[in-house]
Protein backbone atom coordinates (compact mmCIF):
# COMPACT_ATOMS: atom_id res chain seq x y z
CA UNK A 1 0.00 0.00 0.00
CA UNK A 2 1.42 3.81 -1.13
CA UNK A 3 1.61 6.02 1.86
CA UNK A 4 0.76 9.63 1.49
CA UNK A 5 3.49 10.91 3.22
CA UNK A 6 5.40 8.89 0.47
CA UNK A 7 3.48 10.26 -2.30
CA UNK A 8 4.13 13.59 -0.56
CA UNK A 9 7.91 12.77 -0.55
CA UNK A 10 8.00 11.83 -3.89
CA UNK A 11 6.94 14.76 -5.15
CA UNK A 12 8.90 17.33 -3.35
CA UNK A 13 11.65 15.11 -4.39
CA UNK A 14 10.92 15.61 -8.48
CA UNK A 15 10.35 19.59 -7.12
CA UNK A 16 13.91 20.28 -5.36
CA UNK A 17 15.30 18.36 -8.45
CA UNK A 18 14.37 20.72 -11.05
CA UNK A 19 17.12 22.41 -12.22
CA UNK A 20 14.89 25.35 -13.61
CA UNK A 21 13.08 26.10 -10.63
CA UNK A 22 16.38 26.36 -8.63
CA UNK A 23 17.95 28.72 -11.10
CA UNK A 24 14.83 30.52 -10.40
CA UNK A 25 15.12 30.71 -6.72
CA UNK A 26 18.55 31.64 -6.93
CA UNK A 27 17.45 34.58 -9.41
CA UNK A 28 14.75 35.65 -7.06
CA UNK A 29 17.13 35.69 -3.70
CA UNK A 30 19.34 37.67 -5.52
CA UNK A 31 17.10 40.11 -7.05
CA UNK A 32 15.27 40.88 -3.87
CA UNK A 33 18.86 41.04 -2.11
CA UNK A 34 19.87 43.74 -4.66
CA UNK A 35 16.68 45.43 -4.11
CA UNK A 36 17.01 45.46 0.07
CA UNK A 37 20.60 46.38 -0.55
CA UNK A 38 19.82 49.73 -2.44
CA UNK A 39 16.76 50.38 -0.10
CA UNK A 40 18.58 49.89 2.85
CA UNK A 41 21.35 52.52 1.41
CA UNK A 42 18.90 55.34 2.04
CA UNK A 43 18.63 55.95 -1.87
CA UNK A 44 15.53 58.14 -3.10
CA UNK A 45 14.03 58.44 -6.21
CA UNK A 46 12.00 61.84 -7.30
CA UNK A 47 8.94 60.93 -9.56
CA UNK A 48 7.93 64.17 -10.23
CA UNK A 49 4.80 64.04 -8.25
CA UNK A 50 3.89 66.44 -5.13
CA UNK A 51 5.49 63.88 -2.55
CA UNK A 52 9.11 64.64 -2.83
CA UNK A 53 11.52 62.02 -2.95
CA UNK A 54 10.48 58.05 -2.21
CA UNK A 55 12.49 55.28 -1.20
CA UNK A 56 12.04 52.20 -3.37
CA UNK A 57 10.09 50.40 -0.99
CA UNK A 58 7.29 52.90 -2.08
CA UNK A 59 7.32 51.23 -5.65
CA UNK A 60 5.70 48.15 -4.19
CA UNK A 61 5.13 46.98 -7.67
CA UNK A 62 9.02 46.79 -8.17
CA UNK A 63 9.21 45.30 -4.80
CA UNK A 64 7.09 42.60 -5.48
CA UNK A 65 8.73 41.85 -8.70
CA UNK A 66 11.26 38.94 -7.69
CA UNK A 67 7.88 36.80 -6.69
CA UNK A 68 7.41 36.21 -10.72
CA UNK A 69 10.34 34.38 -10.58
CA UNK A 70 9.26 32.48 -7.33
CA UNK A 71 6.42 31.30 -9.33
CA UNK A 72 8.35 29.24 -11.77
CA UNK A 73 8.89 26.77 -9.05
CA UNK A 74 5.23 26.01 -8.29
CA UNK A 75 4.29 26.52 -11.72
CA UNK A 76 6.43 23.58 -12.64
CA UNK A 77 5.56 21.26 -9.94
CA UNK A 78 2.10 21.30 -11.31
CA UNK A 79 2.70 21.47 -15.05
CA UNK A 80 5.50 19.82 -16.12
CA UNK A 81 4.99 16.48 -15.70
CA UNK A 82 2.50 17.42 -18.80
CA UNK A 83 4.73 17.20 -21.18
CA UNK A 84 6.70 13.91 -22.76
CA UNK A 85 3.73 11.91 -20.41
CA UNK A 86 5.36 11.96 -17.39
CA UNK A 87 1.75 12.61 -15.38
CA UNK A 88 0.97 9.16 -16.55
CA UNK A 89 3.91 7.31 -14.83
CA UNK A 90 2.92 9.11 -11.45
CA UNK A 91 -1.35 8.18 -11.69
CA UNK A 92 0.01 4.74 -12.65
CA UNK A 93 1.96 4.88 -9.54
CA UNK A 94 -0.93 6.11 -7.32
CA UNK A 95 -4.01 4.00 -8.02
CA UNK A 96 -5.68 6.57 -5.56
CA UNK A 97 -6.13 10.04 -7.31
CA UNK A 98 -6.86 11.81 -4.21
CA UNK A 99 -3.67 10.76 -2.06
CA UNK A 100 -2.02 12.26 -5.23
CA UNK A 101 -3.89 14.84 -5.63
CA UNK A 102 -2.99 15.29 -1.68
CA UNK A 103 0.65 14.39 -2.11
CA UNK A 104 1.45 16.97 -4.53
CA UNK A 105 -0.68 19.66 -3.05
CA UNK A 106 1.72 19.25 0.75
CA UNK A 107 4.69 18.72 -1.42
CA UNK A 108 3.89 22.31 -3.43
CA UNK A 109 2.72 23.85 0.13
CA UNK A 110 6.17 22.13 2.23
CA UNK A 111 8.55 23.36 -0.22
CA UNK A 112 7.33 26.82 -1.20
CA UNK A 113 6.83 27.58 2.34
CA UNK A 114 10.56 26.73 2.81
CA UNK A 115 11.78 28.62 -0.20
CA UNK A 116 9.99 31.57 0.63
CA UNK A 117 11.81 31.66 4.35
CA UNK A 118 15.25 31.49 2.23
CA UNK A 119 14.80 34.10 -0.44
CA UNK A 120 12.98 36.75 1.22
CA UNK A 121 14.74 36.16 4.78
CA UNK A 122 17.83 37.97 4.02
CA UNK A 123 16.01 41.16 2.25
CA UNK A 124 13.44 41.84 4.70
CA UNK A 125 15.63 41.63 7.84
CA UNK A 126 18.49 43.78 5.99
CA UNK A 127 15.70 46.49 5.41
CA UNK A 128 14.17 46.26 8.72
CA UNK A 129 17.34 46.28 10.39
CA UNK A 130 18.37 49.24 8.55
CA UNK A 131 15.47 51.00 9.48
CA UNK A 132 15.57 50.61 13.44
CA UNK A 133 12.50 47.64 13.41
CA UNK A 134 12.27 45.68 16.19
CA UNK A 135 11.76 41.90 16.67
CA UNK A 136 8.21 41.98 16.56
CA UNK A 137 7.54 44.11 13.29
CA UNK A 138 10.54 42.79 11.44
CA UNK A 139 8.95 38.73 12.22
CA UNK A 140 5.22 40.56 11.31
CA UNK A 141 7.07 41.76 8.01
CA UNK A 142 8.27 38.78 7.27
CA UNK A 143 5.36 36.62 7.66
CA UNK A 144 2.91 38.82 5.41
CA UNK A 145 5.61 39.10 2.94
CA UNK A 146 6.03 34.83 3.20
CA UNK A 147 2.23 34.69 3.10
CA UNK A 148 2.39 36.44 -0.32
CA UNK A 149 4.33 34.55 -1.82
CA UNK A 150 2.84 31.31 -0.73
CA UNK A 151 -0.63 33.02 -1.25
CA UNK A 152 0.46 33.47 -4.63
CA UNK A 153 2.28 30.47 -5.18
CA UNK A 154 -0.82 28.47 -4.58
CA UNK A 155 -3.01 30.37 -7.16
CA UNK A 156 -0.23 29.84 -9.92
CA UNK A 157 -0.09 26.06 -9.07
CA UNK A 158 -3.89 25.79 -9.50
CA UNK A 159 -3.81 28.10 -12.78
CA UNK A 160 -1.24 25.59 -14.42
CA UNK A 161 -2.74 22.32 -13.80
CA UNK A 162 -5.70 23.54 -14.90
CA UNK A 163 -3.67 24.68 -18.39
CA UNK A 164 -1.24 22.20 -18.37
CA UNK A 165 1.80 24.86 -19.17
CA UNK A 166 4.25 26.28 -17.50
CA UNK A 167 3.95 29.45 -19.75
CA UNK A 168 0.60 30.31 -19.93
CA UNK A 169 0.10 31.14 -16.13
CA UNK A 170 3.18 33.24 -15.81
CA UNK A 171 2.02 35.12 -18.76
CA UNK A 172 -1.64 35.65 -17.03
CA UNK A 173 -0.15 36.51 -13.66
CA UNK A 174 2.68 38.86 -15.12
CA UNK A 175 0.33 40.56 -17.58
CA UNK A 176 -1.71 41.62 -14.86
CA UNK A 177 -0.10 44.27 -12.88
CA UNK A 178 1.33 45.42 -16.03
CA UNK A 179 -2.72 45.67 -17.48
CA UNK A 180 -2.86 47.57 -13.63
CA UNK A 181 -0.59 49.90 -13.99
CA UNK A 182 -1.27 51.34 -17.24
CA UNK A 183 -4.29 52.81 -15.81
CA UNK A 184 -6.42 51.52 -18.68
CA UNK A 185 -8.78 49.66 -16.42
CA UNK A 186 -10.71 51.75 -14.29
CA UNK A 187 -12.65 49.58 -11.71
CA UNK A 188 -10.90 49.92 -8.97
CA UNK A 189 -13.55 48.08 -6.44
CA UNK A 190 -12.88 45.36 -8.82
CA UNK A 191 -9.04 45.58 -9.74
CA UNK A 192 -8.05 45.90 -5.87
CA UNK A 193 -9.64 42.13 -5.55
CA UNK A 194 -7.01 40.51 -8.14
CA UNK A 195 -4.51 38.43 -6.64
CA UNK A 196 -1.20 40.68 -7.24
CA UNK A 197 -3.14 43.96 -5.55
CA UNK A 198 -4.16 42.29 -3.21
CA UNK A 199 -0.54 41.39 -1.92
CA UNK A 200 0.35 44.32 -2.48
CA UNK A 201 -1.99 45.57 0.34
CA UNK A 202 -1.16 42.86 2.37
CA UNK A 203 2.45 43.86 2.54
CA UNK A 204 1.54 47.61 2.91
CA UNK A 205 2.45 49.28 -0.59
CA UNK A 206 -0.40 49.35 -2.71
CA UNK A 207 0.18 50.13 -6.38
CA UNK A 208 -2.81 52.87 -6.01
CA UNK A 209 -4.63 54.35 -3.31
CA UNK A 210 -7.97 53.83 -4.53
CA UNK A 211 -6.92 49.72 -4.75
CA UNK A 212 -5.70 49.55 -1.00
CA UNK A 213 -7.38 46.82 1.35
CA UNK A 214 -6.97 46.40 5.26
CA UNK A 215 -4.55 43.80 5.29
CA UNK A 216 -6.71 41.46 7.13
CA UNK A 217 -9.19 41.67 4.13
CA UNK A 218 -6.54 41.35 1.08
CA UNK A 219 -5.56 38.08 2.98
CA UNK A 220 -8.80 36.68 3.40
CA UNK A 221 -8.78 37.85 -0.43
CA UNK A 222 -5.62 35.89 -1.49
CA UNK A 223 -7.03 32.77 0.93
CA UNK A 224 -10.05 32.96 -1.48
CA UNK A 225 -8.10 32.82 -4.56
CA UNK A 226 -5.81 30.29 -3.64
CA UNK A 227 -8.77 27.61 -2.19
CA UNK A 228 -10.46 27.91 -5.74
CA UNK A 229 -7.27 27.51 -7.40
CA UNK A 230 -6.48 24.29 -5.05
CA UNK A 231 -9.90 23.16 -5.48
CA UNK A 232 -9.65 23.48 -9.25
CA UNK A 233 -6.99 21.43 -9.59
CA UNK A 234 -8.12 18.73 -7.40
CA UNK A 235 -10.81 18.22 -9.40
CA UNK A 236 -9.08 18.40 -12.72
CA UNK A 237 -6.43 16.32 -11.52
CA UNK A 238 -9.03 13.44 -10.32
CA UNK A 239 -11.65 14.03 -13.16
CA UNK A 240 -10.17 15.06 -16.38
CA UNK A 241 -6.31 13.67 -16.20
CA UNK A 242 -7.53 10.38 -14.48
Given amino acids: MIRRRDVTAAEITKIITNPVGITMLAVTLAANTLLAVIEASGVTFYTGGSQGP????????????????FLVLPVHAAASEYR????????????DRRALV??????????VLTAAVVVLAPARLLIGVSAGSGAGELLLDLGRWIAVYAFMSVIAFGLAGLLRST???????ITLPLVVATGVLQWPEALRLLPDQAGLS??????YDVHELPPGI??????????????VYAVFLVRRDA
Fill in 54 to 69: STLSSFGTLMLAPVYA
Fill in 84 to 95: GGQLRMSLTATP
Fill in 102 to 111: LGKLGAMVTT
Fill in 167 to 173: ITPLGIL
Fill in 202 to 207: LIGAPA
Fill in 218 to 231: AALTLAVWALVALA
